[in-house]
């Protein structure tokens, strides 16, 4: 079985309470931690990749991402899939080609652009070729960005992902949806649904939110964060 075949073997049929857990490793080192740590596969934050880069969130050349990805995916036997953010404007057949040649088996598309959403028809389409181009030999999990750039009503997000799963998504991600409006979107989306977890203590564990309609739980740049702040501890101790 293909690491891609795994990778999407791993989200059908979760149990209420064992949403798919999903670390995000910003390098080689911090991914080999987690693959032993037991992770079936991991997915990796632009965010946080882009701060081990010393970039902004969004700033990361195509090129620095890419080569980062393929770092990581080098470094662990576990499937690995790409947050590549908006694709860096490349087509899809380019997108495709430099993803494998990277050894990631899915990728997270943004369905925003500068911080304005892209019309949702147009995503479609282009999800719709990216799909075409891969042939099975990537997940593709649709990021709808609603409640972030947009009026934050779960009805819009549910529309959008409803496009995105005609065009052949197989997994959406409405990030920083409410917790409250999980259910919503649980019961308006078809397929796997991606919810992002935070790290502080103060939102739901990745259980609860499972009960909530998470089928896989990613917690974009927490780890890099905690990771960071762990190192400020220990530096200041030193000094």
């Not at 946080?48 to 990361?60: I, K, P």
């Amino acid at each position: 079985m293909s690491k891609v075949d795994v990778f999407r073997a791993l989200h059908p049929r979760r149990a209420p309470r064992d949403p798919l857990v999903l670390p995000g490793p910003w390098d080689a080192a911090s991914a080999r931690v987690l693959a032993e740590a037991g992770f079936p596969a991991l997915a990796t934050p632009s965010h946080g990749v882009a701060a081990s880069l010393g970039y902004a969130d969004g700033q990361t050349p195509a090129d620095e991402m890419f080569a980062a990805v393929a770092r990581i995916a080098r470094a662990v036997d576990v499937p690995v899939s790409a947050d590549i953010e908006d694709g860096y404007g490349l087509a899809p057949k380019e997108l495709v080609e430099r993803l494998l040649e990277a050894g990631a088996v899915g990728c997270n598309l943004e369905d925003s652009t500068g911080g304005v959403l892209k019309d949702p028809h147009r995503h479609a389409e282009y999800l719709a070729e990216v799909r075409s181009a891969a042939a099975g030999r990537l997940f593709l999990n649709a990021r709808v960005d609603t409640f972030v750039y947009g009026d934050k009503d779960p009805r819009r997000a549910v529309e959008r992902a409803a496009l995105y799963v005609a065009a052949g998504a197989d997994c959406v991600y409405p990030i920083l949806a409410p917790t409250d409006v999980l259910p919503v979107l649980r019961a308006g989306i078809r397929g796997p649904l991606n919810v992002l977890a935070r790290l502080d203590g103060v939102g739901p564990s990745p259980a609860a939110l499972g009960e909530l309609g998470a089928t896989r739980v990613t917690f974009g740049p927490g780890l890099q964060r905690r990771a960071a702040e762990a190192v400020r501890e220990i530096a200041a101790g030193l000094r």
